[in-house]
């Protein structure tokens, strides 16, 4: 790989963005950033300049470009197998959890927009989205169960891997809106909440100016 670089949306907003640049700070590979702000009037034309589907987060190796959260995350497991357990039934099992994080919770996304910079009263999750919002607390657990007792460590596989990448933004929407979650799910939030690489993106996201006002719901707390 030569030097890389990440395309990435505002970090207030941008979920999507932060699962592969999570990954890349866990794997402590050395990268450039290149952000881009959403919902700008240039913003289309600005994500083109690197993006074949429109859409950020896309990865720039050399004259390679790779898009797709999840596509990021399999291009770098080519090079740093660190990306998924070791343990062929875990892997098979963090795979699953991603792309199904990948492919769906579309309610819960939705109705809880990512905003890692506040914490917002008052968004009362429709039944759709508390049946996903379940489906996330019961593979957390799944995940969980799953690991061998030599696996130590308090991410869905004990160490950091590609699943916690994709399920960070989801335990810090479930902190921005109040969601009730069961022990389990609360202390996984906090493993979240409390890593040093997510401080450091929530840190750059507070330091941001723009609003976007479709992705501000409920009532801001403080
Ligand atoms: N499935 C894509 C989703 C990427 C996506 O929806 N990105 C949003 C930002 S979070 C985007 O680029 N939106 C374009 C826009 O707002 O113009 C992935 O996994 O990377």
Redesign the pocket.
């Known amino acids: 790989m030569s030097a890389l670089t990440l395309v990435i949306?505002n970090k207030t907003?941008?979920?999507?963005?932060l699962r592969p640049w999570l990954l890349l700070r866990h794997l402590g590979v050395t990268f450039q950033e290149i952000s881009v702000p959403?919902?700008a009037p240039d913003?289309?034309t600005q994500?083109a300049r690197y993006s074949p589907s429109?859409?950020?987060?896309v990865l720039l190796d050399g004259d390679r470009v790779i898009?797709?959260?999840?596509a990021i995350g399999e291009y770098l497991a080519e090079r740093y197998p660190a990306v998924w357990p070791v343990d062929v039934h875990e892997r098979a099992l963090a795979r699953s959890a991603a792309s199904e994080m990948?492919a769906g919770f579309a309610a819960l996304r939705e109705e809880l927009p990512f905003n890692c910079r506040s914490r917002r009263a008052g968004v009362v999750p429709s039944l759709a989205a508390q049946t996903e919002i379940e489906r996330v607390v019961a593979l957390w657990s799944t995940c969980r169960q799953a690991i061998g007792d030599d696996e130590e460590g308090p991410w869905l596989f004990g160490r950091f891997t590609c699943a916690d990448a994709m399920f960070a933004p989801v335990a810090l929407r479930f902190h921005t809106y109040g969601i009730a979650l069961p022990e389990l799910a609360t202390r996984y939030v906090d493993t979240v909440r409390q890593d040093i690489h997510v401080q450091a993106w929530i840190h750059a996201a507070c330091a941001e100016t723009a609003i976007i006002p479709e992705e501000e719901r409920g009532e801001p707390m403080d």
């Open positions: 949306g907003y941008s979920s999507w963005s959403l919902h913003t289309a994500i429109g859409r950020v987060p898009w797709e959260s999840l990948h």
